[in-house]
């Protein structure tokens, strides 16, 4: 079936752009934007999902006060195959779209009955960049395999919750995006069980997962790495990234170490948390971070609360919302797995030279870790 998009010139297979080239379930393209008020006044977490083996388009969003009340509203429908503008999608009353390719986009959720409305447009001070690409394998199967992009840059608009308005001063927040496709695994990635009758999955010993987004004046730090319950490596991804407005070159970072510290009774990043991170050019930065804020990705639909997670079909106009302590460590821990943190960070350079930056930790921590004192699930 043609839809608008098989106007580009952006055909890989002889086929048209209404289906992925399989059918397994767990593919997905998600998109996801995220930031906070440095105060910590404010956090906002919003994004949109396509499953096309599912026949599934959902989105969402989620405003978090300082203190913890959070605020979601969340919409799912059928995938739209008619002839709708490139670049621009939407669920109920939930737009997104692509104003400027690589640069531009906007997240608008209008007026509803839940209460809570957003109009976000997020400029890219900072080159989009690449992760490293995500393929594994279990028992010959493969397990993931996906890609995604990332950019940080300067946030506009308003929110209104229960009515009232926020205006949003670009100076004062910090604010992120990614874009992702591909199979993923695990709730943590928005994907869904495939039923019953399959082999149970291998469980390990723990699993740590942990990325850092740290923006500075003059230079954004981007790490993540998946270790096993003893350190041993999985993966690895990291860059340092330079301004657009001074060329938007990047360098890439060879290591990071991590030294950290976990809230009482919570696997959750804790004050005076640190990373080493050792660059290309053999000069090392050691980054400090203090949290502000969390959000939990769960909530919007990462993993089921409340009845309902992305990619369910829920019909063709699903709307519901509800509003929770995200603080509540009993409220949050169905949805617990994948974290947000959203911080400060003061990084050292080797000359003694110290700078302030605002930025993100997300964290997947399960299992045993020697290391950090935890022996099992």
């Not at 209460?115 to 447009?121: F, M, N």
Request: net charge negative; glycine share 12%.
């Amino acid at each position: 079936m043609l839809t608008a998009h098989d106007e580009l010139l952006a055909h890989q297979l002889p086929t048209t752009f209404d289906h992925v080239e399989q059918a397994d379930l767990r593919w997905t393209e998600r998109i996801v934007m995220y930031g906070f008020d440095k105060s910590g006044e404010y956090t906002i977490c919003t994004g949109l999902a396509r499953f096309p083996n599912r026949n599934v388009t959902d989105a969402y969003a989620m405003v978090v006060r300082k203190g913890g009340e959070t605020k979601v509203v969340r919409v799912s429908t059928q995938i739209d195959t008619g002839p709708v503008g490139l670049g621009s999608y939407t669920v109920g009353p939930y737009t997104y779209s692509v104003e400027e390719p690589l640069k531009r986009t906007r997240a608008v959720l209008q007026a509803n009955e839940q209460g809570l409305e957003i109009d976000l447009t997020l400029d890219g001070d900072f080159p989009a960049y690449e992760q490293t690409p995500a393929f594994h394998r279990e028992r010959g199967r493969i397990k993931e395999n996906a890609r995604r992009f990332y950019q940080n840059g300067t946030v506009t608009g308003h929110l209104v919750i229960d009515g009232e308005r926020v205006e949003i001063d670009p100076d004062q927040w910090w604010f992120g995006r990614d874009h992702s496709w591909g199979l993923r695994y695990g709730p943590g990635g928005g994907s869904l069980s495939e039923g019953g009758e399959l082999q149970p999955t291998e469980i390990p010993a723990g699993a740590l997962y942990y990325m850092g987004i740290f923006q500075f004046d003059d230079e954004l730090v981007h790490f993540a790495q998946r270790e096993d319950h003893i350190g041993n490596r999985i993966q690895f991804e990291g860059e340092v990234l330079t301004p657009l407005a001074n060329g938007g070159g990047s360098a890439p970072i060879i290591d990071v170490d991590h030294d950290l510290t976990f809230r009482a009774g919570r696997r959750l990043i804790g004050d005076g948390s640190r990373f080493t991170v050792h660059r290309a050019d053999r000069s090392t930065s050691e980054i400090e971070v203090d949290p502000i804020s969390d959000f939990w990705p769960g909530l919007g639909g990462y993993q089921e609360f409340k009845g309902y997670a992305s990619g369910y079909w829920r019909g063709t106009d699903f709307i519901d919302g509800f509003t929770v302590n995200g603080d509540d460590a009993e409220v949050v821990a169905p949805v617990s797995m994948l974290s947000e943190t959203l911080c400060e960070v003061r990084m050292k350079l080797d000359d003694g030279t110290e700078k302030v930056g605002h930025g993100l930790v997300e964290m997947v921590f399960l299992g045993a870790n020697p290391r950090y004192g935890f022996e099992g699930w």
